[in-house]
Nanobody, 123 residues
Framework: QVQLVESGGGLVQAGGSLRLSCAAS????????MGWFRQTPGKEREFVAA????????YAADSVKGRFTISRDNAKNTVYLQMNSLKPEDTAIYYC????????????????WGQGTQVTVSS
């Protein structure tokens, strides 16, 4: 079992930045790909970014490319999502997820999920 705890969400003005963190505990962090997803009420969960093990390949949705960066610190069992140039449409609950194996954009292929952290971007 892997437990994931997100932090770093909050309220920020458009154009600002936030860094989300996701701390993993329980079973080993090793060999697990990590992903970030987001969801707003009434909409389907949306892929944001993913990173493979050990962190040399990353993937990002077109909507966030050039603004968001995913990274991982394997010594700290933590994955990050640096979000710059935030827009009101980035407002959502952001979820961290993990899976043993390669990174994927498909949420249903992730085994473990965190509880989410709210990000609100004001215009």
């Amino acid at each position: 079992q892997v437990q994931l705890v997100e932090s770093g969400g909050g309220l920020v003005q458009a154009g600002g930045s936030l860094r989300l963190s996701c701390a993993a505990s329980g079973r080993t962090f090793f060999f697990y790909a990590m992903g970030w997803f987001r969801q707003t009420p009434g909409k389907e969960r949306e892929f944001v970014a993913a990173v493979n093990w050990p962190g040399d390949s990353t993937y990002a949705a077109d909507s966030v490319k050039g603004r968001f960066t995913i990274s991982r610190d394997n010594a700290k069992n933590t994955v990050y999502l640096q979000m710059n140039s935030l827009k009101p449409e980035d407002t959502a609950i952001y979820y961290c997820a993990s899976r043993r194996g390669g990174a994927t954009k498909k949420g249903n292929e992730y085994e473990y999920w965190g509880q989410g952290t709210q990000v609100t971007v004001s215009s």
